[in-house]
């Protein structure tokens, strides 16, 4: 299988500021990788597509100024959640598909992001 | 759109054999997926089916009927380790798109 890193697994901030959670790929190179974000007892929700070398695609009701997405190379998507409340507490995971294979997607290990 | 459903909690004993059914909708697809996860854990991948049919791997299974746009997982053997929730998953936006997942079945194994 491949492996997608995601960093920090927990964080914790204060309302009003800023955080950047990492996703890499260490061993593929994921031109698309997705974000979603999962809060308690809940399925996991796409909030948006990143794509190397372009803009992410949001799905509805995901604020893009306040997500941002950056997709800077073929191993590495950030996620920063900008001026934080405490509505953004969530599990934030990462994931992406190899090339070659439509079957399995692979996911980081997530970020428990609470902000007080 | 695409939609999936599937039960939000099934409980069993050690030993036992439980099915987790998934209906889904969807405008194209790609096959169906099936996620483990723990609680606080990512999900992992468990199986898919492109076409119909049965899947095995080891003590689970996974069933694929396209023209009843159903599948079902079948855990065998249950341990208590399998406690987790488990979720269909289709891809959204072609075959490299992203997963969408069902709400999730919290499966609760019990001594």
């Known amino acids: 299988g491949a492996v997608v890193s995601q960093h920090p697994s927990r964080v914790i901030c204060k309302s009003g500021t800023s955080v950047k959670i990492e996703c890499r790929s260490l061993?593929?190179?994921?031109?698309?990788m997705f974000w979603y974000r999962q809060f308690p007892k809940q399925s996991l929700m796409l909030m948006a597509t990143s794509n190397e070398g372009s803009k992410a695609t949001y799905e509805q009701g995901v604020e893009k100024d306040k997500f941002l997405i950056n997709h800077a190379s073929l191993t590495l998507s950030t996620l920063t959640v900008t001026s934080a409340h405490p509505e953004d507490s969530s599990f934030y995971i990462c994931?992406?598909?190899?090339?070659?294979?439509?079957?399995?997607?692979?996911f980081g290990q997530g970020t428990r992001l609470t902000v007080v | 759109g695409q939609s999936l459903e599937q039960p939000s909690e099934v409980t069993a004993v050690e030993g036992a054999i439980v099915q987790i059914n998934c209906t889904y909708q969807t405008s194209g697809f790609y096959g169906l997926s099936w996620y483990q996860q723990h609680d606080g854990g990512a999900p992992t991948f468990l199986s898919y089916?492109?076409?119909?049919g049965l899947e095995e791997t080891g003590r689970f299974s996974s069933f694929l009927s396209r023209s009843d746009s159903y599948g079902y997982l079948l855990l065998q053997e249950l341990q208590m380790k399998d406690s987790a929730s488990y979720f269909c998953?289709?891809?959204?936006?072609?075959?490299?798109?992203?997963?969408?997942f069902g709400k999730g079945t919290k499966l609760s194994v019990k001594p």
């Open positions: 998953a289709v891809r959204g936006g072609g075959s490299q798109g992203n997963l969408i």
């Open positions: 994931s992406a598909s190899k090339g070659d294979s439509n079957t399995e997607a692979f």
């Open positions: 089916n492109a076409l119909d």
């Open positions: 061993d593929f190179q994921a031109t698309t």
